[in-house]
């Protein structure tokens, strides 16, 4: 049982390049969060998934794209990365409220 | 805006001693209120949540005061250890949005 996943855990980008971020979770849980970790500033949920088939906007949304096609799996897509964009993203699930966390993903864009 | 708000932002305490953290919130509609604790390269992990319709919950040296009045809750921990240095969180959930106070980081000298 491994819990929430992430992969990759670390990676370097080019201003306006892409990349996914992906989120695996073997609990069976219906919720999915995207969330950004930035210095001085908590977390902040960006995207988020209430069940398969289903994404909806966080508190900062803008420049990042999901998806959620199966159950176990929620990306996070950035298009056109920016150095705004800096921060380490954290993927969380849960049943109702009680959110597991993944290990986190740090994103660097130079 | 942040609509959790944490203090202080870092926290030194002797072992033995008292942590206490404190969280105020501005939204009614939150009805669940965790606080999660993170180590250096970690994802948060929930330590204790409450829910509005009780004053307080305690789970060993980790106690949650809440205030629903006052708009406040804060977390207590006793017999502070150096095993207890980590950033912690304070949260709120309402509906599928959770928003996180912007962190403390507790130091416990030995």
């Known amino acids: 049982n491994a819990g929430v996943t992430q992969t990759p855990k670390f990676r370097v980008l080019k201003t306006g390049q892409s990349m996914t971020l992906l989120c695996a979770q073997d609990?069976?849980?219906?919720?999915m969060y995207w969330y950004r970790q930035d210095p001085g500033m908590g977390l902040r949920l960006i995207h988020y998934s209430v069940g398969e088939g289903t994404t909806a906007k966080g508190e900062v949304p803008d420049g990042y794209n999901v998806s959620r096609l199966k159950k176990q799996n929620f990306l996070l897509g950035l298009e056109s990365a920016a150095p705004s964009q800096t921060s380490v993203y954290f993927c969380?699930?849960?049943?109702?409220?009680?959110?597991?966390f993944g290990p986190g993903t740090r994103l660097t864009v130079t | 805006q942040q609509q959790v708000k944490q203090s202080p932002q870092s926290l030194i305490v002797q072992k033995g001693g008292i942590s206490i953290i404190n969280c105020a919130y501005e939204?009614?509609?939150?009805?669940?209120f965790p606080w999660y604790q993170q180590f250096p390269g970690k994802g948060p992990a929930l330590l204790i949540a409450i829910r509005p319709d009780v004053s307080e919950k305690k789970e060993g040296r980790f106690t949650i005061s809440f205030n629903k009045s006052a708009k406040q809750f804060s977390l207590h921990i006793m017999d502070s250890q150096p095993g207890d240095s980590a950033t912690y969180f304070c949260?709120?959930?309402?509906?599928?949005?959770?928003?996180f106070g912007a962190g403390t980081r507790l130091t416990v000298k030995p």
């Open positions: 969380a699930s849960s049943w109702l409220y009680e959110q597991y």
């Open positions: 939204n009614t509609a939150f009805d669940y």
């Open positions: 609990m069976n849980h219906e919720y």
């Open positions: 949260a709120a959930k309402g509906n599928n949005d959770m928003r």
